[in-house]
């Protein structure tokens, strides 16, 4: 296939995030297009999108709804303040959010980004008691394992110990609760964990440690995506639900992953049947396409700032790209093909497909565990003594190498299709992933 664009023969100046850069610019491995459920290589090869990019491209790439309503965006309005000044499509993109969200999620802040998603809604939550009378509620409890993100507030609550330990004291008055992996208890399980509810009870302990009165808020992810797919053990979102409102917490939900369809359902919050205070989401808003994150809330949480003389600004907190129209445009076409397309409903309906093929790798070589909800699935591998991580990363090269894209994470390899997978392509993806670990040291 000829390419238009040659590839870069310079690579040092990108310091490139989240990466080997030593080793990736020894061996670069370079996109240059994309459509549907492939992408293109700089040497012309076809690669089979096993992680929907990094779990955002939910409709799959280069999808003629989108990148249209961006051209028609960027020529009409290509930007306009974000404060004290509006533009149409932001408001309907709040109200088609809203429209698609569980009832009692009424409000919607945008920002550009998971990360950015993550900070907006911890400062909402302690800026909420304080703004009700209770500014001594400022503590914010966090999970081990937990992802949200890369920014102060995030990394803090977060439970990534590498994403932590360089940073130093992080922020203050943060406390985590324990992850809900239980190996021992739970391996192969298909779907939701049987055992682990009790694990939400740590809550009480940590209320009972600190007191009620000093805590804003309980962010976890439904289902821990970037920490190799840790799911929520039956019950144990419910039970957070109950203890969070009897001691007057709020509960944050950061769905940057499992919002827009990724379990089968718009968000996690219908699928498990538990309404947060507050939604972290990005990614699939935008499919991928244009950096776009909102944080959804409901009205007390909203009604809380909306005090005092009506010409002041009631929250000192927003940025540049709020709700920008392009995005906009890029979200509110992406909804479109969401609903056009039944993708959330697609996903549910290949869900017990995905569920089989991937659990067919069971007895495959270094393979210690499989998990799946939704179109999420991870498989673990036994690390190489004194060498945790080096045994994914080379299934990871080697998976490119065979024309599929995972993400391993630790030792773990996490998948996440687009939801237009079709099930001969869930075959392709699982078929060489066994091939690929055969071959492994
Ligand atoms: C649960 C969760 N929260 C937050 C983020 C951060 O999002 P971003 O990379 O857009 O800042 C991610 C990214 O993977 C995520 O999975």
């Known amino acids: 296939m000829a390419l238009d664009r040659p590839t870069p023969n310079d690579l040092n100046a990108f310091w490139m995030p989240f990466t080997a850069n030593r080793q990736f610019k020894k061996d670069p491995r370079m996109f240059v297009g994309a459509k549907d459920m492939h992408y293109t290589t700089s040497e012309g090869r076809q690669v089979l999108d096993g992680t929907a990019g990094l779990w955002c491209c939910n409709a799959g790439h280069c999808r003629p709804k989108i990148t249209e309503a961006i051209a028609k965006q960027a020529g009409e309005l290509d930007y306009a303040p974000a404060f004290q000044m509006g533009h149409p499509i932001a408001f309907e993109l709040a109200n088609r959010l809203i429209g698609i969200a569980p009832e ?233 093909t969401y609903r056009e397309e039944g993708l959330f409903e697609r996903g549910a309906e290949i869900a017990p497909y995905w569920q089989d093929a991937l659990h067919s790798l069971r007895g495959a070589r270094h393979v210690i565990d499989i998990r799946n909800l939704g179109l999420i699935g991870a498989v673990e591998l036994e690390p190489i003594a004194g060498a945790p991580t080096k045994r994914a990363f080379s299934a990871f090269l080697k998976a490119y190498e065979a024309g599929i894209l995972i993400r391993t994470t630790g030792d773990i390899i996490a998948m996440s299709p687009p939801l237009i997978i079709e099930k001969p392509q869930i075959d392709q993806l699982i078929g060489t992933l066994r091939g690929v670990l055969e071959a492994l040291d």
Request: net charge negative; charged share 15%.
């Open 104 to 336: 009692g999620m009424e409000h919607v802040f945008y920002t550009n980004s998971g990360s950015e998603s993550v900070e907006t809604a911890l400062k909402l939550a302690i800026g909420y008691h304080r703004a009700r009378g209770e500014g001594a509620r400022t503590r914010l409890i966090g999970r081990e394992r937990g992802y949200h993100g890369v920014n102060f507030g995030g990394i803090s609550v977060g439970g990534i110990v590498t994403n932590r330990k360089m940073f130093g004291t992080l922020l203050g008055g943060v406390d985590h609760m324990p992850h809900t992996h239980l190996p021992d208890l739970n391996s192969y399980t298909q779907g939701q964990p049987e055992h682990g509810a009790n694990l939400a009870d740590e809550l009480e302990r940590i209320v009972a440690l600190h007191g009620a009165e000093t805590i804003a808020a309980v962010i976890v992810e439904p289902v821990a995506g970037s920490t190799g797919v840790i799911l929520p053990p039956k019950g144990y979102l419910q039970r957070l639900r109950e203890i969070t409102a009897k001691h007057g917490i709020l509960l944050i939900f950061d769905e940057v992953i499992t919002g827009f369809g990724r379990l089968g359902a718009p968000f996690a919050a219908q699928y498990f049947d538990v309404l947060p205070d507050m939604m972290c989401t990005a990614k699939g808003l935008t499919n991928g396409v244009i950096p776009m994150g909102a944080v959804m809330t409901t009205g007390a949480v909203h009604d809380a700032f909306m005090d005092g003389p009506e010409h002041m600004i009631e929250l000192f907190h927003g940025y540049t790209y709020s709700g920008n129209p392009i995005a906009s445009a890029a979200a509110i076409a992406t909804l479109d």
